[in-house]
Nanobody, 121 residues
Framework: QVQLVESGGGLVQAGGSLRLSCAVSGNIFRINTMGWYRQAPGKQRELVASITSGGSTSYGDSLKGRFTISRDNAKNTVYLQMNSLQPEDTAVYYC???????????????WGQGTQVTVSS
């Protein structure tokens, strides 16, 4: 069984920074793309950033430049460095990974439980 555990969320003032981490554990043969999504109250879940196993990144609209995604393949961990945070960044942030548990398995999308990020004005 595969588990994603996020950490690093919390309360921060506008202009501040936070670093989120997401560790993948359990049966892991290979991890493809990893990413971060967020969902604010009353809004749909949206992509924040994603990173392939080779290190190619993509970002949601207007987030590149403030947010940076990275990963440590040896630790099966993905990070999200968030700078210059604004109140509109307030949301639950979810980690996502495309995981192949074994040689005989196919890849499947797995989600973390989410971590709250609150930015006060």
């Amino acid at each position: 069984q595969v588990q994603l555990v996020e950490s690093g969320g919390g309360l921060v003032q506008a202009g501040g920074s936070l670093r989120l981490s997401c560790a993948v554990s359990g049966n892991i043969f290979r991890i493809n793309t990893m990413g971060w999504y967020r969902q604010a109250p009353g809004k749909q879940r949206e992509l924040v950033a994603s990173i392939t196993s080779g290190g190619s990144t993509s970002y949601g609209d207007s987030l590149k430049g403030r947010f940076t995604i990275s990963r440590d393949n040896a630790k099966n961990t993905v990070y999200l460095q968030m700078n210059s945070l604004q109140p509109e960044d307030t949301a639950v942030y979810y980690c996502n990974a495309d995981v192949r548990p074994s040689f005989l398995s196919s890849f499947s999308q797995t989600w973390g439980q989410g971590t709250q990020v609150t930015v006060s004005s």
